[in-house]
C-alpha cells in the first residue's frame, strides 16, 4: 500500500492543470541538458499557482534519486548564516535539487545568494525560487546569468484551463461562467469557489455568488497589506476603473498624491501595465469590488459616480484619438446593467487591436465577407472599400497579428447618393427609414455601422463588436450635423432583444444575396449621444428616490436564488450574499429573521393573480422536503414541464416582492 505521502503525491498529479512549459523546461534540467538552466524562478501575484507548481516540481523530483530540500521564506531567519545552514545540503550533495517558496518573504537574502551562496552549490544541482516579486533586473540582465537563470512568469489559467478545473470539482454547468466571471483565471480563487461549495449547490442558473469567507481569503491572499487609506481608496478605483492612469488617480482622488499612489499600485504583482494604464488581474478586481460593495455599498456607489462623470467629461474634451476609449470605459463601469450586459463583453481571451484598413488587407476582408455573408455582400464590401476606405477597420489579434475581422462604419451626407442605393439595399433601407419618420436636412449626415464580420464568432457579442461600438460612439459624440445612427444585424430577432432600451427597431429587413438584416436606429437630433450614455448609467442604477441597495437588480435576484438553494443547510445560508443586503441589514437575527421575511414573501407571492401555482411549486421545491426537483413535482401531482414553468414564474415573483422591500423597505 502507498504511503500517506505517495498518496498526497499521486492526488496532485491527478488535479494538477496546465503549466506545460514550466513543467517541461524542469523536466529536461532533471535530466541533465547542459543547456538547461540551474535556478528557475517562479513569479506571480498571490493566488495564481505558485506554491501549486512548486509542489508538483517537487513530487517531479523525488522519483528520480535526487535528494530534495524545501524551505519556506516566512520562516526563513534574517541571518544569512542561518539560511546557509539550513541548505547546506545544496552546497555538499550532487544532484541536490533546493525549492524555496514565499521568497518575497526573504527577499532580502537575494543579493547574498546570487554574490555569495548560490555560487559555491555543488556540482548538478538546481534551484527552485517562487514569489511575487520579480528578480532584481541586475541579475536577469547579467550575461553571466544568462544562461543559468531562467524567470517563469506564472500567467492566469486560459478559460479552457478554467473551466477543466471547475469540471473536475464538479461545479454544475449551469453556475461555471457566474463563478469564471469572479474568479477569472486565477486558479486560488477558481478553487477556493469550488472547494467553498454548499452541501447542495443552487438548482437554478446563476445563484452563486463568492461568500464572506471567500472574499475574506482573498483579499488576505491576492492583496495583503494596504499601507493606508489613501492607498485603499486608489485600490477602490483601480478596481471598478476598466484601466487606471495617474491622471484620472488624479482627478478621482484630487486631495491624495496621485503620483505616489500610482506607483504603488504599479508595484503590486497583480497589476498588469497597459498602454492604457494599469489593469488589475481579474480576480483582485472582483474580490476588491465585491468587498467594497459588501463592505461600503455608499462608497461604492460614489466611486462609480466620480468615474462616469470623468468619463462624460473626456467623452468631450479629450484628443479625437482618445475618444473611442472612453465610451469603452464608460461602459465597463456598468457592465453589471442589464442593457450593457446583453451587448458588451470584455473577454481578455481574444485580444484584439483594430487598424484602419490598407490595401493589401482587402483581399482577405473579401475573403471574409464572401466565407461569412455571400460573394453578394463581399461585392457590396467592395464597393464601399473603394467609396470609403477609411471607414473600415481590421481587427488583428494581439498574440499573432493574424486578421480575424473587420468593420465598417459608413459616414453618409444628405441628400443620399443614387449610386450608393443602388449598389447597397441596407444603404437604402436606412435613407427610406429617415424619409419615412424625420428626414435629413441638406449639410446632416448618418452614420451607418455596415459591417461587421468576425467569422469565427460571427455577430454575437465580442471584442471586435465592443470596439467597433466604442468607436462608432466616439465618432457619434464628436460628429457635426449626425442625424441618425444605424447598427446591421443578420439575426434581427435576436439583436432586436439585445439592443432593446438603445436602439430602434426600423422593421426593415433589407435581402442582401440569400440573406436579410436587420436596421436598427436612433435619432441623435433627439437624443443627443451624452443623455443617450446616460441612459445606460440609469438603467444600472437604482431609481433615485428609492434606498440604494447594495446589491444590482440582477445580483440582488441572484442572492435571493442563492438563498433559497442554501435552505436546507444553516451554515451555507448564514454566508449567503442576501445577508448582505439591505433587506438584512437593520434585522436583530439577521439569519432567522430573513428566513422568515422570505417564508412571508413567499406566501405573499399567491396575492398576485398568478401566483397560487407559483407559491406552491416555491414550496415544494423549498421547504416541503422533497429531495429532487422531480419529487416535488409528484407532490403537487404535476408534470414536471409545468412544475418547472410555474416555479420560474414564482421565483420571479418572490425576487419582484423582495427587490421592493429592499429599495423601499420592509412593511411594518
Same mark, same amino acid.
Given at each position: 500500500?502507498?504511503?500517506?505521502?505517495?498518496?498526497?503525491?499521486?492526488?496532485?498529479?491527478?488535479? $494538477?492543470?496546465?503549466?506545460?512549459?514550466?513543467?517541461? /523546461?524542469?523536466?529536461?534540467?532533471?535530466?541533465?541538458?547542459?543547456?538547461?538552466?540551474?535556478?528557475?524562478?517562479?513569479?506571480?501575484?498571490?493566488?495564481?499557482?505558485?506554491?501549486? *507548481?512548486?509542489?508538483?516540481?517537487?513530487?517531479?523530483?523525488?522519483?528520480?534519486?535526487?535528494?530534495?530540500?524545501?524551505?519556506?521564506?516566512?520562516?526563513?531567519?534574517?541571518?544569512?548564516?542561518?539560511?546557509?545552514?539550513? %541548505?547546506?545540503?545544496?552546497?555538499? &550533495?550532487?544532484?541536490? &535539487?533546493?525549492?524555496?517558496?514565499?521568497?518575497?518573504?526573504?527577499?532580502?537574502?537575494?543579493?547574498?545568494?546570487?554574490?555569495?551562496?548560490?555560487?559555491?552549490?555543488?556540482?548538478?544541482?538546481?534551484?527552485?525560487?517562487?514569489?511575487? +516579486?520579480?528578480?532584481?533586473?541586475?541579475?536577469?540582465?547579467?550575461?553571466?546569468? /544568462?544562461?543559468?537563470?531562467?524567470?517563469?512568469? +506564472?500567467?492566469?489559467?486560459?478559460?479552457?484551463?478554467?473551466?477543466?478545473?471547475?469540471?473536475?470539482?464538479?461545479?454544475?454547468?449551469? +453556475?461555471?461562467?457566474?463563478?469564471?466571471?469572479?474568479?477569472?483565471?486565477?486558479?486560488?480563487?477558481?478553487?477556493?469557489?469550488?472547494?467553498?461549495?454548499?452541501?447542495?449547490?443552487?438548482?437554478?442558473?446563476?445563484?452563486?455568488?463568492?461568500?464572506?469567507?471567500?472574499?475574506?481569503?482573498?483579499?488576505?491572499?491576492?492583496?495583503?497589506?494596504?499601507?493606508?487609506?489613501? =492607498?485603499?481608496?486608489?485600490?477602490?478605483?483601480?478596481?471598478?476603473?476598466?484601466?487606471?492612469?495617474?491622471?484620472?488617480?488624479?482627478?478621482?482622488?484630487?486631495?491624495?498624491?496621485?503620483?505616489?499612489?500610482?506607483?504603488?499600485?504599479?508595484?503590486?504583482?497583480?497589476?498588469?501595465?497597459? =498602454?492604457?494604464?494599469?489593469?488589475?488581474?481579474?480576480?483582485?478586481?472582483?474580490?476588491?469590488?465585491?468587498?467594497?460593495?459588501?463592505?461600503?455599498?455608499?462608497?461604492?456607489?460614489?466611486?462609480?459616480?466620480?468615474?462616469?462623470?470623468?468619463? *462624460?467629461?473626456?467623452?468631450?474634451?479629450?484628443?479625437?484619438?482618445?475618444?473611442?476609449?472612453?465610451?469603452?470605459?464608460?461602459?465597463?463601469? $456598468?457592465?453589471?446593467?442589464?442593457?450593457?450586459?446583453?451587448?458588451?463583453?470584455?473577454?481578455?481571451?481574444?485580444?484584439?487591436?483594430?487598424?484602419?484598413?490598407?490595401?493589401?488587407?482587402?483581399?482577405?476582408?473579401?475573403?471574409?465577407?464572401?466565407?461569412?455573408?455571400?460573394?453578394?455582400?463581399?461585392?457590396?464590401?467592395?464597393?464601399?472599400?473603394?467609396?470609403?476606405?477609411? !471607414?473600415?477597420?481590421?481587427?488583428?489579434?494581439?498574440?499573432?497579428?493574424?486578421?480575424?475581422? $473587420?468593420?465598417?462604419?459608413?459616414?453618409? =451626407?444628405?441628400?443620399?447618393?443614387?449610386?450608393?442605393?443602388?449598389?447597397?439595399?441596407?444603404?437604402?433601407?436606412?435613407?427610406?427609414?429617415?424619409?419615412?419618420?424625420?428626414?435629413? /436636412?441638406?449639410?446632416?449626415?448618418?452614420?451607418?455601422?455596415?459591417?461587421?464580420?468576425?467569422?469565427?464568432?460571427?455577430?454575437?457579442?465580442?471584442?471586435?463588436?465592443?470596439?467597433?461600438?466604442?468607436?462608432?460612439?466616439?465618432?457619434?459624440? #464628436?460628429?457635426?450635423?449626425?442625424?441618425?445612427?444605424?447598427?446591421?444585424?443578420?439575426?434581427?430577432?435576436?439583436?432586436?432583444?439585445?439592443?432593446?432600451?438603445?436602439?430602434?427597431?426600423?422593421?426593415?429587413?433589407?435581402?442582401?444575396?440569400? =440573406?436579410?438584416?436587420?436596421?436598427?436606429?436612433?435619432?441623435?437630433?433627439?437624443?443627443?449621444?451624452?443623455?443617450? *450614455?446616460?441612459?445606460?448609467?440609469?438603467?444600472?442604477?437604482?431609481?433615485?428616490?428609492?434606498?440604494?441597495?447594495?446589491?444590482?437588480?440582477?445580483?440582488?435576484?441572484?442572492?435571493?436564488?442563492?438563498?433559497?438553494?442554501?435552505?436546507?443547510?444553516?451554515?451555507? $445560508?448564514?454566508?449567503?450574499?442576501?445577508?448582505?443586503?439591505?433587506?438584512?441589514?437593520?434585522?436583530?437575527?439577521?439569519?432567522?429573521?430573513?428566513?422568515?421575511?422570505?417564508? #412571508?414573501?413567499?406566501?405573499?407571492?399567491?396575492?398576485?393573480?398568478?401566483?397560487?401555482?407559483?407559491?406552491? %411549486?416555491?414550496? %415544494?421545491?423549498?421547504?416541503?422536503?422533497?429531495?429532487?426537483?422531480?419529487?416535488? !413535482?409528484?407532490?403537487?401531482?404535476?408534470?414536471?414541464?409545468?412544475?418547472?414553468?410555474?416555479?420560474?414564474?414564482?421565483?420571479? +415573483?418572490?425576487?419582484?416582492?423582495?427587490?421592493?422591500?429592499?429599495?423601499?423597505?420592509?412593511?411594518?
Amino acid at each position: 500500500m502507498a504511503s500517506p505521502g505517495q498518496r498526497l503525491s499521486d492526488a496532485r498529479t491527478r488535479s $494538477f492543470i496546465g503549466r506545460d512549459a514550466e513543467l517541461d /523546461s524542469f523536466t529536461r534540467a532533471l535530466a541533465g541538458e547542459t543547456a538547461a538552466p540551474f535556478v528557475f524562478y517562479l513569479v506571480g501575484p498571490g493566488g495564481i499557482g505558485k506554491s501549486t *507548481l512548486v509542489r508538483r516540481l517537487a513530487d517531479q523530483a523525488r522519483p528520480t534519486g535526487r535528494p530534495v530540500l524545501e524551505l519556506d521564506g516566512r520562516f526563513a531567519s534574517r541571518d544569512p548564516a542561518e539560511f546557509e545552514r539550513a %541548505a547546506a545540503r545544496l552546497l555538499d &550533495v550532487p544532484g541536490t &535539487v533546493l525549492f524555496v517558496d514565499s521568497f518575497e518573504h526573504c527577499q532580502w537574502l537575494e543579493s547574498w545568494l546570487w554574490q555569495h551562496f548560490l555560487p559555491r552549490a555543488a556540482e548538478g544541482t538546481l534551484v527552485v525560487l517562487a514569489g511575487r +516579486l520579480a528578480p532584481q533586473p541586475q541579475w536577469a540582465a547579467d550575461p553571466a546569468w /544568462s544562461g543559468l537563470l531562467r524567470v517563469l512568469e +506564472l500567467q492566469p489559467f486560459t478559460e479552457h484551463q478554467a473551466r477543466s478545473l471547475l469540471t473536475t470539482a464538479q461545479v454544475p454547468p449551469q +453556475l461555471r461562467e457566474r463563478v469564471l466571471g469572479f474568479a477569472g483565471g486565477n486558479p486560488l480563487a477558481l478553487t477556493l469557489a469550488a472547494a467553498g461549495q454548499p452541501t447542495n449547490w443552487g438548482r437554478e442558473e446563476g445563484t452563486w455568488a463568492p461568500s464572506a469567507d471567500v472574499l475574506h481569503t482573498l483579499l488576505a491572499r491576492l492583496v495583503g497589506e494596504v499601507p493606508t487609506a489613501a =492607498h485603499r481608496r486608489a485600490l477602490e478605483v483601480a478596481a471598478q476603473a476598466y484601466s487606471t492612469s495617474e491622471e484620472l488617480l488624479s482627478s478621482i482622488l484630487p486631495d491624495e498624491d496621485a503620483h505616489l499612489l500610482f506607483g504603488w499600485l504599479r508595484n503590486l504583482p497583480f497589476m498588469e501595465s497597459t =498602454h492604457r494604464g494599469l489593469h488589475p488581474h481579474d480576480a483582485a478586481r472582483e474580490t476588491l469590488a465585491a468587498d467594497l460593495r459588501w463592505r461600503a455599498p455608499n462608497a461604492f456607489a460614489e466611486i462609480r459616480r466620480r468615474l462616469a462623470e470623468e468619463y *462624460l467629461l473626456r467623452l468631450r474634451e479629450a484628443p479625437e484619438e482618445q475618444v473611442w476609449t472612453v465610451t469603452d470605459e464608460l461602459f465597463y463601469l $456598468f457592465r453589471e446593467g442589464e442593457i450593457v450586459a446583453r451587448l458588451r463583453t470584455w473577454s481578455r481571451e481574444e485580444e484584439v487591436h483594430d487598424r484602419p484598413l490598407r490595401s493589401e488587407d482587402l483581399d482577405t476582408v473579401l475573403q471574409m465577407a464572401e466565407r461569412t455573408e455571400g460573394p453578394e455582400s463581399a461585392e457590396v464590401v467592395r464597393y464601399w472599400a473603394h467609396r470609403q476606405p477609411q !471607414a473600415f477597420s481590421v481587427y488583428r489579434l494581439v498574440s499573432t497579428g493574424r486578421i480575424v475581422a $473587420f468593420t465598417a462604419r459608413l459616414a453618409l =451626407h444628405a441628400p443620399p447618393d443614387p449610386d450608393d442605393l443602388a449598389a447597397d439595399p441596407v444603404v437604402a433601407a436606412a435613407w427610406a427609414y429617415t424619409e419615412a419618420t424625420a428626414p435629413v /436636412s441638406p449639410g446632416e449626415h448618418i452614420g451607418v455601422s455596415r459591417f461587421t464580420v468576425y467569422p469565427e464568432r460571427y455577430q454575437v457579442p465580442s471584442r471586435v463588436i465592443d470596439l467597433s461600438s466604442s468607436r462608432a460612439q466616439a465618432e457619434s459624440a #464628436r460628429a457635426r450635423a449626425r442625424a441618425y445612427g444605424f447598427a446591421v444585424w443578420r439575426d434581427a430577432e435576436t439583436w432586436a432583444a439585445r439592443v432593446r432600451g438603445s436602439l430602434t427597431d426600423t422593421g426593415a429587413r433589407p435581402r442582401v444575396g440569400a =440573406h436579410t438584416y436587420g436596421l436598427f436606429a436612433v435619432d441623435w437630433r433627439q437624443v443627443p449621444v451624452e443623455t443617450w *450614455l446616460r441612459h445606460f448609467i440609469a438603467a444600472t442604477d437604482v431609481p433615485a428616490q428609492a434606498k440604494p441597495s447594495a446589491l444590482s437588480r440582477a445580483a440582488f435576484d441572484r442572492a435571493v436564488r442563492e438563498a433559497l438553494a442554501h435552505w436546507r443547510s444553516p451554515a451555507a $445560508f448564514a454566508s449567503c450574499a442576501l445577508l448582505r443586503t439591505r433587506l438584512a441589514a437593520d434585522l436583530a437575527d439577521p439569519v432567522e429573521e430573513l428566513r422568515a421575511l422570505i417564508r #412571508r414573501a413567499v406566501d405573499d407571492v399567491a396575492q398576485d393573480s398568478r401566483g397560487a401555482r407559483a407559491r406552491d %411549486a416555491l414550496t %415544494a421545491a423549498h421547504f416541503s422536503g422533497a429531495p429532487t426537483q422531480e419529487a416535488a !413535482a409528484r407532490r403537487l401531482g404535476l408534470p414536471y414541464g409545468t412544475y418547472r414553468r410555474h416555479l420560474r414564474q414564482g421565483l420571479d +415573483l418572490l425576487c419582484e416582492l423582495l427587490w421592493e422591500q429592499e429599495l423601499h423597505g420592509v412593511p411594518r
